[in-house]
């Protein structure tokens, strides 16, 4: 078979740091040089998030961080806020709905980027968190969050504001205890360049203090113990942490550079797209907004006048590559494609010539 590369926004291409590691034999999760690298990888997390608290490591894909945060954060019956303008931000509305608690939802247009007004509006006196999405990958909005954050701490001090930073964490600038967030989520199939099956949730010290027993699998209070000890409460994917040691030696200490590419990635893509008249879905009353509210995680725009997703598809497919659709309620009206994967500089030229390929073809 010959191989396609990923343009999508998650799973991603690897790092070949992440292949190696993975090919190598099976190693016992209840052993030193395991447990070592658990704490490693959690230490090197706490970094990466910029927080004085902790991060687990939980076995799961990033929906997996986000049941057991909003579950062992809120009680049923307790109020949070979730704006909703994308296929993740819903997905917090989902789950609080599902763990009983009190959901105050809020409807935005999704491709636009969300106002800290928009956000305060949905809060009162009994509003005990919201859920925020930073990088919101359905629609390809960088949400500004420490704008939301500051706006929401004046108002009500008291809030825990958390954070979906699946499709941020390690593509554009994030620090949780600096942005003034309690709590945040990602996974290892997004900017980490990992295989799917690792979730992270960093907490703050004001989520420390607010951690109450959830559940059973997903238990941060429970794993919280276990993992001071550089175990996990059960099976961990010891493979995917190995590897994210792997990846998280050479990434961390790049981690500027990294970002700088990946933004030049991005104006790259829409450039290229813009220049051949497409409209980008990141826009407020029709007008694209400014690189800073894109998420550096993929570019997304609104499929060409007559071009159906499925011929664009194929016009990759062709030329070796894939790229994603439309998600929710932007299904079958635009098109997504990502260098969120490991793409050196020679394979994201190859990236941006196939792209200009397609478009000739197709427009
Ligand atoms: C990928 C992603 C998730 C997690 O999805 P999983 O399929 O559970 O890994 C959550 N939020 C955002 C913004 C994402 O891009």
């Known amino acids: 078979m010959s191989r396609v590369r990923l343009l999508t926004p998650g799973p991603v291409e690897l790092h070949p740091r992440a292949q190696l590691v993975l090919s190598g034999p099976q190693v016992h999760h209840r052993t030193a040089p395991a447990r070592e690298a658990f704490q490693a990888v959690r230490e090197d997390l706490k970094a990466a998030f910029g927080t004085e608290g902790e991060v687990l490591l939980l076995t799961g894909s990033g929906t997996a961080a986000m049941e057991a945060l909003v579950g062992g954060l809120f009680s049923p019956g307790e109020r949070v806020a979730v704006p909703v303008s994308g296929k993740f931000s819903e997905r917090w509305a989902e789950i609080a709905g599902a763990l009983g ?82 709590a945040a989520v990602a996974g290892s199939q997004k900017g980490l360049m990992l295989p799917p099956g690792l979730a992270f949730v960093a907490l703050g010290p004001r989520a420390l203090q607010r951690l109450r027993p959830y559940g059973y699998y997903l238990n941060l209070d429970r794993e919280r113990k276990v993992q001071a000890k550089g175990e996990s409460a059960f099976t961990p994917a010891i493979n995917l942490v190995l590897a994210a040691r792997a990846v998280l030696e050479v990434l961390l200490p790049g981690l500027e550079d990294q970002l700088q590419t990946k933004r030049g990635h991005l104006e790259r893509l829409y450039r290229i797209g813009e220049g051949r008249g497409l409209r980008p879905v990141p826009s407020r009353d029709g007008v694209p907004v400014p690189m800073d509210f894109r998420t550096p995680a993929t570019a997304a725009f609104y499929l060409p006048e007559g071009v159906g997703f499925e011929a664009l598809r194929d016009a990759f497919l062709a030329r070796g590559a894939r790229i994603a659709g439309g998600q929710g309620a932007l299904k079958g009206r635009t098109f997504r494609i990502s260098l969120m994967g490991y793409f050196p500089p020679e394979a994201a030229e190859w990236a941006f010539g196939v792209f200009e390929e397609v478009l000739e073809e197709l427009l």
């Open 101 to 182: 608690l009190d959901v105050v939802r809020g409807d935005f247009p999704w491709g636009q980027p969300l106002s800290p007004e928009e956000v305060l509006g949905l809060l009162d006196r009994n509003t005990r968190g919201v859920l925020l999405t930073h990088s919101e990958t359905s629609t390809g909005v960088l949400n500004p969050l420490a704008a939301i954050a500051a706006a929401v701490r004046s108002v009500h001090p008291d809030l825990l504001v958390v954070a979906d930073a699946v499709t941020s964490l390690f593509l554009a600038a994030f620090s949780l205890d600096a942005m003034g967030l309690d």
